[in-house]
């Protein structure tokens, strides 16, 4: 007996390696609005948590301000950074057998939904997914709770104990809290100890990841 029915992917972090792309659209922003320079381990704060908080909050922004830098970050990142990006070892693999097992499978991430669906078609992922759930550009919709529940909403899924949100930061775990849904950590993608301990249940790598479909409480 499968413990979950349906499981919720985040996209960075925990399907592409996404770094390089990202790190490189803040490190254009910063100097391209004055801002003080960011440290490698800075700019890869941001990735995962909604872009504009990591912005307004990171250089104490104004909303304006918050907007002018998310209009800069994607001057770069949707010509150039979308595409330094790379599936992370394995999971194309476990996605092929998870689906071949007729699981149910959806995308939920703060990355604006047009950038999210463009990616999976790239890596020739889109068909393992029922729905790709994603922000808006103008920054709503970015809570990953919302973006839990509107998946759920999408599939009319109502047995919300048989569902796993797989992410790699405290966001992912937190939003499925709130949406009264499991969590599993990937300690390979870019969050910390402390974020994963938050998690419900926590892998190393993708083939661990169904594993946890039929793990017992």
């Not at 909303?63 to 990006?85: C, M, P, Q």
């Not at 889109?126 to 529940?149: M, P, V």
């Not at 998946?151 to 939003?175: N, P, W």
Request: aromatic content about 12%; hydrophobic content about 40%; proline content about 4%.
């Amino acid at each position: 007996m499968r413990l979950f029915e349906l499981l919720i992917w985040d996209l960075d972090g925990t399907i592409t390696d996404s770094a390089p792309g990202i790190m490189n659209a803040i490190f254009y922003t910063v100097q391209k609005m004055g801002f003080s320079p960011l440290t490698r381990e800075e700019a890869l704060a941001f990735i995962g948590p909604p872009l504009h908080d990591s912005f307004q909050k990171k250089f104490s922004l104004t909303h304006s301000d918050t907007l002018r830098a998310v209009d800069v970050f994607r001057e770069y990142y949707s010509e150039k950074g979308i595409w330094e990006n790379r599936l992370y070892p394995e999971i194309a693999d476990v996605l092929h057998l998870l689906y071949e097992k007729k699981m149910t499978m959806a995308v939920a991430t703060a990355k604006p939904q047009p950038f999210a669906e463009k990616i999976l078609c790239h890596f020739q992922l889109s068909r393992y997914f029922k729905t790709i759930a994603g922000s808006h550009f103008n920054g709503e919709k970015t809570d990953k709770a919302e973006l839990i529940l509107d998946v759920l909403k999408r599939l009319s899924f109502s047995q919300r104990e048989t569902a796993c949100m797989i992410g790699d930061r405290f966001h992912d775990y937190i939003g499925a809290r709130k949406a009264g849904v499991f969590s599993c950590a990937v300690t390979y993608g870019y969050g910390t100890r402390k974020e994963w301990d938050q998690a419900d249940y926590s892998v190393s790598s993708p083939h661990e990841i169904p594993k946890i479909v039929s793990r017992s409480l």
